[in-house]
T-cell receptor
Framework: AQSVTQPDIHITVSEGASLELRCNYSYGATPYLFWYVQSPGQGLQLLLKYFSGDTLVQGIKGFEAEFKRSQSSFNLRKPSVHWSDAAEYFCAVDYNSGYSTLTFGKGTMLLVSP | DGGITQSPKYLFRKEGQNVTLSCEQNLNHDAMYWYRQDPGQGLRLIYYSQIVNDFQKGDIAEGYSVSREKKESFPLTVTSAQKNPTAFYLC??????????????FGPGTRLTVL
């Protein structure tokens, strides 16, 4: 079955430190890849997406992600974390099934310490 | 402003009652989706609709029903057959799969609590 793995349930980062959130997907062909962020009790906001081309994509709020086909990964990064980045982050994959559906990882909760 | 609205934000129901969650979008999107979110489980797809008057079951459709009579609206009914309905429900929409990509936009969610 197609799946998306976010191996870290929680991550704590000091404010100003760098961040990397991991995401691996199970399918061999190149899917469409997304990172979303969710604040408590809110909907999801798209941070960035990858469809094709340059494997390093830039998103909003200073986030970037790199697609690595050989590792089936799409890790999210930020050079310097701000306290307002504390939220839950979801990696999602469109496996090009033709039905425009997304498969989500279980999420990584980011905690930012002062 | 274009966007997706879900109402109500909080909903309480007694066990055994059906309840309908509203989702409306004015983004002119063709496709709409319903997800269920439980702590530590991510988002799981309940139903989706690519076009008016057509919809498909997602991964966890049992105990739920939907309709798509208008392009802008995709209400979800949580029936008494759903064994554990208490959850956070998210509606999303996107352009259809005929485009080269599928970016889903999400509503603010409805938290359903069944007492």
């Amino acid at each position: 079955a197609q799946s998306v793995t976010q191996p870290d349930i929680h991550i704590t980062v000091s404010e100003g430190a760098s961040l990397e959130l991991r995401c691996n997907y199970s399918y061999g062909a190149t899917p469409y890849l997304f990172w979303y962020v969710q604040s408590p009790g809110q909907g999801l906001q798209l941070l960035l997406k990858y469809f094709s081309g340059d494997t390093l994509v830039q998103g909003i709020k200073g986030f970037e992600a790199e697609f690595k086909r050989s590792q089936s990964s799409f890790n999210l990064r930020k050079p310097s974390v701000h306290w307002s980045d504390a939220a839950e982050y979801f990696c999602a994959v469109d496996y090009n099934s033709g039905y425009s559906t997304l498969t989500f990882g279980k999420g990584t909760m980011l905690l930012v310490s002062p | 402003d274009g966007g997706i609205t879900q109402s109500p934000k909080y909903l309480f129901r007694k066990e055994g009652q059906n309840v309908t969650l509203s989702c409306e979008q004015n983004l002119n999107h063709d496709a709409m989706y319903w997800y269920r979110q439980d702590p530590g489980q991510g988002l799981r797809l309940i139903y989706y609709s690519q076009i008016v008057n057509d919809f498909q079951k997602g991964d966890i459709a049992e105990g739920y029903s939907v309709s798509r009579e208008k392009k802008e609206s995709f209400p979800l009914t949580v029936t008494s057959a759903q064994k554990n309905p208490t959850a956070f429900y998210l509606c999303a929409s996107s352009f259809s799969s005929g485009r080269s990509y599928n970016e889903q936009f999400f509503g603010p969610g409805t938290r359903l609590t069944v007492l």
